[in-house]
């Protein structure tokens, strides 16, 4: 992991730092990470809905956090992403990612997430990716 602490992750990362990502949680193939809604973000300014992509960006980030905590893991990057929008986040409400790799090979990490809201059972969406990564020797 990058840094000595688990924030140090999103501070590595320019653009999940410039949209407020905060790590929550991270260790052995798990993460959570959660974005405060913000009007910069909003992709209907009529309802003031948060922008499918900085969603998409929250559960990528939470996916790739997930796989670096995989023990062994030095490196990743997203070879596949399917998301699946199930519903508008409410406005106002901060959106809270978790991911964890349910399937693990030598290169390759198989991640499932969801997103929700700060008020629901029912998520805002759901992934499924596939992430390679590079080991750290001896694992």
Known sequence: MVGNSPQDFIEALPFARALGMRLEEIGDGKARI?????????GDPATGVIH???VSALMDTCGGAAVMSYPG???TATIDLRI???RAAKPGQRITAEAECYHVTRRV????????????A?????????FTFDRKEGH
Do not use: C, I, K, Q
């Open 84 to 86: 699946d929008y199930m």
């Open 34 to 42: 959660s974005m405060d809604w913000d009007p910069r973000f909003v």
């Open 109 to 120: 990490a198989f991640v499932r997430a969801t997103a929700h809201d700060e008020d629901s």
């Open 122 to 130: 029912n998520p805002v969406a759901t992934a499924a990716g596939a």
């Open 52 to 54: 499918g992509g900085a």
């Open 73 to 75: 893991a030095l490196t």
